[in-house]
């Protein structure tokens, strides 16, 4: 009613009308419209108080409790009663709080005690306890510890909750955040958010305030790096409270890190994972295992391997120090010093420090990074040797660390010391300090220095300086390869062989110490003695100039060796290699070892030499074209040994060298006799080289007489002989050339035959070369040389020829007949056994016919001739055929032999001489055989001697020398026939005019008979190669055949009956062979068949030889298989069984074989046929009935049955009825083949029918050709 009164009021009513609006709504408890319309009074009379209270008890109603007790508080501070409401609002949220307390909602907890007194029940301490509890949660452990300090303590802390001792210890960083969030359930700050226990009976306070305030006052010690407090708070507490038992390992742990106890670092995280506290146990104790590898291993690449991943700013940058430190000692250890000092200096990063810099001063925190980086500084100069730097850095170590006491700084001092003064030393009494200091060092122990080998060293030097040259070369080589030792070593063994004038060893000593003292000069004068021994005076000279100025003996043979090239300039490199090329063939700029000669390449060379002598000339620049053709020569053995042979030997090269060692200059004119008289068996080569090559032939020639078999000499006549023949040819001397030639070829062939000489020359080449050469090797090289000669003799021919000189050609041609006649005397000789006792052969002698007359020997020959004959006639070795080559060899008849011998028999059958008869021969002279010392007295003997020294000794000489020339020639016109038959067309005429010539000849000696044998032999030989060809060029082999033999039986005519008779039986079955090939061989190479020649050869064959029987079967076969393409006429048919059964008949009684059966039954097949033919068909089945009606016969006695059959065909043949006489005869002969009394009977009966056939034939048609 006064709402409404106040607003009929108007607008002066407003304020009471709002207010009563307000009290009207208060009495109806419209708390939402009371608060409206008190907000809208603006404070009118008690409307403010009001406006609370409404809003109070409107916020209770709506549950909003604490904004509810705020209001109603505020509302009973100004007096307004608001009881009861407002105590229940403050015993709700209490309640509520507590509720909260009790799920651990610490936010929510102090929103409902915010609106509470303070003094209401323990509303102070349980929002302490809260706030605290959050504290907590943000790891805010000052504020947490302070909150529940005032829980414990009624409202006072220690110090605002600082734990006792806080403000006496340095603050350290704090640990990151843990786990859990203010307000949320769970774990808080590692503490339990359940809080669920006994509390205070004051206020209601959880009861583990006190556990809270310790574990937050802990890991406040924790946030300050107070680590032994913390792990004491830790330790109060109960061990299942919160992370206590973690926090108390992680406690423990970094207690141990403090104090540097790296094991108890490990044993205190214990089970802790390493990612516990952000990680940083695992960092501490990865640095703890490190600093236990380094402190107690010295394990550095450990160190660097547990530091792996770590970051260097860990454990408050420590573990860069300790990786660095554990990186530079790994340097050390492999002894990069430098690389160790750059490792140290990385821990200045202004800079390393100055060598004056006091450590203090340098602002690094690592107290041993300034020793470390010193240290590593100074050896790094002792490994550059610095040693002076070295010394100085040593030096500042010492003084600012304190004495020895920084690793080995005063041992490494003394020996820095030690070095400078080592460098210092100049002679003997400075090495000698040197040597104490290292002896003091030594007996000091002192690891990993060379002090032991530089004392020896130091020795080494003070001998050294003293001349001691022995204990230094000692001293030295102990050393092994010490500083300069090999060559300090090598140049007292250098010094020492000079002293003893060993000169090789000298060089070699100095030529590995070269640049060290005079050992250059040492080194010359060493190689001046070896050339100059060696013979090479220019070249020694060259050496002695380079040890000019310093020895004064240099200089003395330098001059003496000038005089002896002047005096003697081709014994200037004389003895360089043991063979020596002829003066002409130096003439050649493409002779080989001239060509190679500045690449190394002399005869002395081994294969390898030659073999690397490109390279040495490619080195230089481009090969010449002498030089490729040079070394195409020389670098296959065998070519290389062509060449050698070619070439001087020196017999005795070291003999030759000292003689020439031993030589003076002032021996003037003289020089070359005493020479020669100190090396006699090189002296004709000497003169060869001083006085041209006709004085070393003339003194070679005289001591082959001396010795005839020494080869040695014959060597080098042979050589000497053979250039003078090519450079007389050169030269246009030809005449003069050719006797060059003739001695040449006479030496070269005697030498070629001689084994042993060649075996010994192959050990010399085969020395020289470091090859092996083999005795094969050397049967390839004489017979190359043999080639080669004969190669030169064709070539200069040819040339002659060319140039149209007649003579001289016809000259070469009988130069080259000389060498085989040579050559197959020395073999035939050698095959015999050779001339024994020959004075200077070891053993025997082969030489050909020339040698023989140059050295004389023909006297020797001869006995020996004689000697042989008479052990061949006794049949003893070596033969009647050996000895009559051995005449041959060594008489008029040696060059036909020769020629013969290498199948040159044209040339033969000219050389050999005309032939008198037996009848013509001169007389014998009576002594020689007997009295070997007539011949010396004996004109017509010396003569004989002379062309025929093999003959000179027989008995009957002319007539042995005339029959042994038949023989020859003989010989030489059958290989000429031979090869004639061989040839081709025209060859049968030239072969029988070669056997013509033959038997005429042989006339001579009565020898025809003889030689028709053998020409016999030759024909039969031919003809059975013929005859062993095969397919289609065998018809044409068989007629070639058949025409030889016919031929030589003509030509040879007359001949006695046992040669007749040969050769007839050859025809014979030649004919038979070539009557198969016409009859029926060739029809299987598709050729027509004669069987009209075939059976004109077989009846020929049969002719010659009625026992042939493979000419009877043969024309017997070709009578009977042929019969259809002869023809089909019944008498003519007839006629042809006839002889075939003629044939068989003979053949069967001289041999019953399978052939002839098959043959006979064929025939009796085709009688049949005819029988058939004849009869006609009633005539046949007479006969068959009538056989029909016989018995079988008995199979075991067929004989019978045949006889039985045979007087049948008699008792037919009686009633003449020859046709039933056939019939059973045929049968018969079936039945018993063998018996010739039926073949016979079946024979006559053929030729009785044959003869009714054919009324009007001559009777000789009857024959038979068997």
């Given at each position: ?14 304020a ?16 939402g ?69 009790d ?42 510890a ?21 403000a006496q ?56 790096g ?14 299942g409270?919160?992370d ?6 992680y406690?423990?742990?970094r ?7 790296w ?46 991943g ?6 408050e940058?420590?573990?860069?120090a ?20 750059s490792v ?19 602002g ?12 590593a ?25 304190g ?7 005063g ?26 200091a ?21 020795r ?10 022995a ?11 010490h ?82 090239i ?6 200037d ?11 002409f ?14 690449a ?31 070394l ?17 030997r ?43 090559r ?12 001396e ?8 060597h ?11 450079e ?15 001695s ?106 020339r ?33 009559r080559?051995l ?17 040159k028999?044209?040339?033969?059958l000219?050389?050999?001489?005309v ?27 010396q003569?004989f001697?002379?062309?025929n ?27 000429l ?40 032999r ?15 060029q ?49 029809t ?13 050869d ?5 002719a010659?030889?009625?026992e ?16 259809d ?80 059959l ?11 009825d ?21 073949r ?27």
């Amino acid at each position: 009613t006064a709402r409404d009164a106040f607003a009929q009021a108007g607008p002066d009513c407003r304020a009471w009308q709002v207010y009563s609006a307000g009290r009207a709504a208060d009495e109806a408890g419209a708390w939402g419209a009371a608060t409206e319309a008190y907000e809208a009074a603006d404070g009118f009379l008690d409307s403010a108080v009001r406006l609370l209270f409404a809003r109070g008890r409107g916020a209770a109603e709506a549950g909003r409790p604490a904004e509810a007790l705020t209001a109603l508080s505020a509302a009973a501070a100004r007096g307004w009663d608001t009881e009861p409401w407002l105590g229940d609002l403050r015993h709700g949220l209490y309640e509520a709080a507590l509720t909260s307390t009790d799920a651990a909602d610490w936010p929510t907890v102090l929103a409902h005690l915010a609106p509470l007194p303070a003094d209401f029940r323990a509303t102070h301490l349980l929002r302490r306890y809260a706030e605290g509890r959050l504290a907590t949660a943000a790891e805010d452990w000052a504020s947490a510890a302070e909150a529940f300090g005032e829980c414990v303590g009624g409202g006072s802390t220690d110090g605002a909750g600082s734990p006792p001792g806080a403000a006496q210890q340095p603050p350290v960083d704090v640990a990151g955040p843990v786990a859990g969030a203010p307000g949320q359930g769970g774990t808080v700050g590692g503490v339990s958010a359940d809080a669920g226990g006994s509390r205070d009976v004051m206020g209601d306070v959880p009861g583990d305030a006190g556990d809270l305030r310790a574990y937050a006052r802990a890991r406040l010690c924790e946030v300050r790096g107070l680590w032994d407090d913390a792990l004491a708070l830790f330790g109060g507490l109960a061990g299942g409270f919160g992370d206590v038992a973690d926090r108390v390992l992680y406690a423990r742990g970094r207690a141990a890190d403090v104090r540097g106890e790296w094991d108890g670092v490990i044993d205190g995280f214990g089970r802790l994972p390493d990612g516990y506290a952000d990680g940083e146990v695992g960092v501490r104790r990865l640095y703890a295992r490190a600093r236990l590898a380094a402190d107690q291993r010295g394990d550095w690449a450990a160190v660097l391997s547990l530091l792996t991943g770590v970051p260097d700013a860990a454990r408050e940058g420590a573990v860069s120090a300790l990786r660095r430190k554990a990186e530079g000692r790994r340097a050390e250890e492999a002894g990069d010093w430098a690389a160790a000092c750059s490792v140290y200096g990385r821990a200045f990063p202004g800079g390393a420090p100055q060598p004056g810099a006091a450590t203090g001063t340098i602002g690094v925190s690592d107290p041993e990074a300034v020793p470390l980086y010193r240290y590593a500084l100074a050896r790094t100069h002792e490994q550059r040797e610095q040693w002076q730097d070295a010394a100085d850095v040593y030096r500042l170590i010492e003084g600012q660390v304190g004495g020895d006491s920084w690793a080995d700084v005063g041992v490494r001092l003394r020996y820095v010391q030690a070095r400078l003064d080592e460098s210092a030393a100049d002679g003997a009494e400075d090495w000698r300090r040197v040597v104490e200091a290292y002896d003091e060092l030594e007996r000091g122990g002192v690891p990993g220095l060379d002090v032991a080998a530089r004392g020896r060293y130091a020795r080494v030097r003070a001998a050294e300086a003293e001349g001691d040259w022995a204990c230094v070369a000692a001293e030295a080589d102990a050393l092994g390869t010490h500083r300069d030792a090999p060559a300090v070593a090598a140049y007292a063994r250098g010094r020492l062989a000079d002293a003893h004038q060993e000169w090789q060893r000298a060089a070699d000593a100095f030529r590995q110490c070269t640049g060290h003292r005079d050992a250059d000069a040492h080194l010359a004068y060493a190689e001046g003695r070896l050339l100059e021994s060696a013979g090479r005076w220019s070249a020694a000279v060259a050496a002695y100039e380079k040890a000019g100025g310093v020895l004064d003996r240099a200089d003395a043979r330098c001059r003496r060796l000038r005089r002896l090239i002047g005096l003697l300039p081709w014994a200037d490199g004389l003895t360089v290699s043991p063979l020596v090329a002829d003066p002409f063939a130096v003439r050649d700029q493409a002779f080989p070892y001239l060509a190679l000669r500045d690449a190394g390449v002399d005869p002395g060379a081994s294969m390898d030499v030659v073999k690397n002598a490109s390279y040495a000339l490619l080195e230089r620049g481009t090969m010449s074209w002498h030089e490729r053709v040079a070394l195409e020569r020389l670098r296959l053995p065998g070519r290389r040994l062509q060449l050698d042979a070619l070439l001087y030997r020196w017999h005795s090269p070291a003999a030759l060298r000292d003689a020439l060692s031993a030589l003076s200059p002032d021996e003037g004119p003289g020089l070359l006799d005493a020479l020669c008289a100190r090396s006699p068996q090189d002296a004709p080569l000497l003169l060869l080289l001083a006085r041209g090559r006709e004085a070393a032939a003339a003194e070679w020639e005289r001591r082959l007489k001396e010795a005839p078999g020494d080869m040695a000499v014959v060597h080098g006549l042979a050589v000497a002989r053979l250039w003078q023949a090519q450079e007389l040819e050169q030269s246009g001397a030809w005449e003069h050339a050719v006797q060059a030639w003739e001695s040449a070829l006479a030496y070269w062939a005697t030498l070629l035959s001689d084994d042993e000489y060649w075996d010994g020359w192959r050990v010399e080449r085969a020395t020289a070369y470091e090859r092996d050469l083999t005795h094969d090797d050397m049967a390839s090289l004489r017979w190359e040389l043999s080639q080669h000669l004969f190669g030169q003799l064709s070539a200069y021919e040819q040339r002659h020829t060319e140039q149209d000189r007649p003579q001289q050609a016809a000259a070469y041609q009988a130069l080259a007949a000389l060498l085989e006649s040579e050559l197959g005397g020395a073999r035939v000789l050698k095959d015999v056994g050779g001339l024994p006792s020959v004075p200077g052969s070891g053993g025997t002698l082969a030489c050909g016919p020339r040698y023989l007359r140059l050295l004389c020997l023909q006297e020797p020959l001869a006995e020996l001739a004689a000697e042989l004959d008479a052990a061949a006639q006794q049949g003893k070795d070596p033969g009647e055929y050996a000895v009559r080559e051995l005449r041959w060899a060594f008489s008029e008849l040696a060059r036909g032999f020769a020629l013969s011998e290498v199948r040159k028999f044209e040339a033969a059958l000219r050389a050999l001489p005309v032939f008198p008869t037996l009848t013509t021969l001169p007389d014998d002279c009576a002594g020689p055989a007997e009295q070997p010392a007539h011949t010396r007295g004996c004109g017509p003997c010396q003569d004989f001697l002379r062309r025929n020294p093999a003959y000179v000794r027989l008995p009957r000489r002319h007539a042995r020398l005339l029959q042994d020339g038949v023989e020859l020639a003989v010989h030489v016109r059958l290989a000429l026939a031979r090869t004639a038959l061989t040839r081709g067309d025209g060859g049968l005429d030239e072969a029988l005019s070669h056997w013509g010539e033959l038997v005429k000849v042989s006339r001579n000696a009565g020898m025809q008979a003889r030689s028709k044998k053998a020409v016999i032999r030759t024909v039969l030989g031919r003809v059975e190669a013929l005859t062993d060809e095969e397919g289609v060029q065998l018809g044409g082999c068989l007629d070639e055949a058949v025409t030889l033999v016919e031929s030589v039986i003509a030509a040879l005519h007359p001949l006695d009956r046992e040669l007749l008779s040969q050769l007839n039986a050859k025809l014979s079955a030649l004919l038979s062979m070539r009557g198969v090939w016409r009859g029926y061989t060739r029809t299987k190479h598709g050729m027509r068949s004669d069987m009209y020649g075939a059976e004109t050869d077989l009846r020929r064959a049969l002719a010659l030889n009625p026992e042939s029987s493979h000419a009877r079967d043969n024309l017997a076969r070709a009578f009977v298989f042929t019969l259809d393409e002869r023809t089909y006429e019944v008498p003519a048919r007839l006629k042809l069984l006839h002889d075939a059964l003629g044939l068989l008949d003979v053949g069967l009684g001289q041999a019953l074989t399978h052939r002839y059966r098959e043959t006979l039954a064929e025939a009796l097949d085709e009688m049949e046929k005819l029988l058939t033919r004849h009869l006609g068909v009633e005539g046949m089945g007479d006969l068959i009935r009538s056989d029909g009606r016989e018995p079988p016969p008995d199979e075991a006695d067929l004989a019978s049955w045949a006889a039985e059959l045979t007087l049948r065909a008699e008792r037919a043949l009686r009633d003449g009825d020859i046709l039933w006489a056939l019939h059973h005869l045929i049968r018969a002969t079936r039945a018993e083949p063998t018996d010739s009394r039926i073949r016979q009977a079946l024979l006559d009966a053929v030729n009785r029918w044959l003869a009714e056939l054919t009324p009007d034939e001559d009777d000789e048609a009857g024959g038979s050709v068997a």
